[in-house]
């Protein structure tokens, strides 16, 4: 018996590609409800939860989903 299939290295820059769309695509979502103030992240994933935003490999947000996006959005911008 075999375990768990790992991803190829072709497969894997996709997900990663496929994640980069995901964190632009939210990224300003959760930094237009931290300049509104809320500042609790287990506060905004309710809220993108209650508007029906999907989480990537989630059913849900939780306060680590919207954490895990800001810190890739911070790692990406220049300087």
């Known amino acids: ?3 768990p299939r790992k991803p190829g ?4 820059l996709v997900w990663q590609d496929i994640f980069s ?4 695509a ?7 409800h931290l300049a509104r103030g809320v500042g609790h ?4 994933a309710n809220l993108l ?3 029906g935003i999907p989480c ?4 849900r947000w939780t306060a680590t989903d919207i954490r895990m996006v800001l810190s890739h ?3 990406r911008e220049p300087g």
């Open 26 to 32: 939210t990224l300003p979502l959760i930094r237009d």
């Open 21 to 24: 769309a995901f964190v632009e």
């Open 56 to 59: 990537f490999g989630h059913a």
């Open 73 to 75: 959005g911070a790692s």
């Open 9 to 12: 290295c072709d497969e894997q």
């Open 49 to 51: 939860n209650a508007r």
């Open 1 to 3: 018996m075999t375990g």
């Open 41 to 44: 992240h287990g506060m905004i």
